[in-house]
């Protein structure tokens, strides 16, 4: 079981990179990517993998130690919660990226690969984003 939300996190999210991908001018796209429920079916999957072993879960996150945390994530389930956490939240760091771009003017063509960025390491495709999104200011009106 754990193996297949494994493969379903990814599976549920990617249907919404590949819109802001390669369809990012789709007006169905604004449409589906604005809403933050784009993420819930991730999350879902989260909840069934932490709330089992939510004592566990809880010890290792409320007094981190990186010995805790490794022992955490070492077991399949906590890979999965692991995997199933960092799928959720940059899909809503994306789904932010690409809404504020949209806004802002960006090129689709800049945001492409920083989407991609944020598909394979989070944190370094905000940071990317961050730093290009100060040469486009935020359109009124």
Do not use: C, K
Not at 68 to 77: F, H, I, P, Q
Not at 123 to 137: D, F, I, K, S
């Amino acid at each position: 079981m754990t193996e297949l939300l494994f493969d379903l996190t990814f599976l549920l999210a990617a249907p919404f990179w590949a819109l802001m991908v390669l369809l990012p001018r789709w007006s169905w796209t604004h449409r589906i990517v604005r809403s933050p429920l784009i993420v819930l079916p991730i999350v879902a999957i989260y909840a069934v993998l932490v709330v089992p072993n939510f004592g566990e879960v809880w010890a290792g996150v409320s007094d981190p130690a990186l010995s805790g945390v490794r022992e955490l994530l070492g077991s399949a389930d906590g890979a999965a919660a692991g995997w199933a956490h960092m799928i959720a939240f940059d899909l809503f760091v994306g789904r932010w990226s690409y809404l504020d771009s949209r806004e802002r003017g960006v090129p689709a063509l800049v945001m492409a690969p920083i989407l991609l960025l944020t598909i394979m390491l989070g944190p370094l495709g905000l940071a990317a984003y961050l730093a290009v999104r100060t040469q486009w200011p935020q359109r009124l009106g």
